[in-house]
Nanobody, 113 residues
Framework: VQLQASGGGSVQPGGSLRLSCAASGSSFRGNVMGWYRRAPGNEREWVASITGTGTTNYSDSVKGRFTISRDVAKNTVYLQMNRLKSEDTAVYYC????????WGQGTQVTVSS
């Protein structure tokens, strides 16, 4: 099973980015997928998750600014990030649960003026 994240980059405060995570080797249809992040010097932090039926949950720090979605046919999960802040700077990791929690390789998001 592989989770390949992409879409990270550098953006100014207030800007937007869209992360994608494509799963291969196994289908996560019906399973929870999500995003975590780790900022420099900080612990890993859960960001958002989406169930197999499309129920979404967000951490308080991103609620109202980030949107998680998925394309079941493409076995892909997305994270639309709007109104980005400097404190959103981190490496973002996608996850998918099939018994155990699988992790992607991470993609860097830098928010700076």
């Amino acid at each position: 099973v592989q989770l390949q994240a992409s879409g990270g980059g550098s953006v100014q405060p207030g800007g937007s980015l869209r992360l994608s995570c494509a799963a291969s080797g196994s289908s996560f249809r019906g399973n929870v997928m999500g995003w975590y992040r780790r900022a420099p010097g900080n612990e890993r932090e859960w960001v958002a998750s989406i169930t197999g039926t499309g129920t979404t949950n967000y951490s308080d720090s991103v609620k109202g600014r980030f949107t998680i979605s998925r394309d079941v046919a493409k076995n892909t999960v997305y994270l639309q990030m709007n109104r980005l802040k400097s404190e959103d700077t981190a490496v973002y990791y996608c996850t998918g649960r099939r018994g155990i929690l699988y992790w992607g390789q991470g993609t860097q998001v830098t928010v700076s003026s």
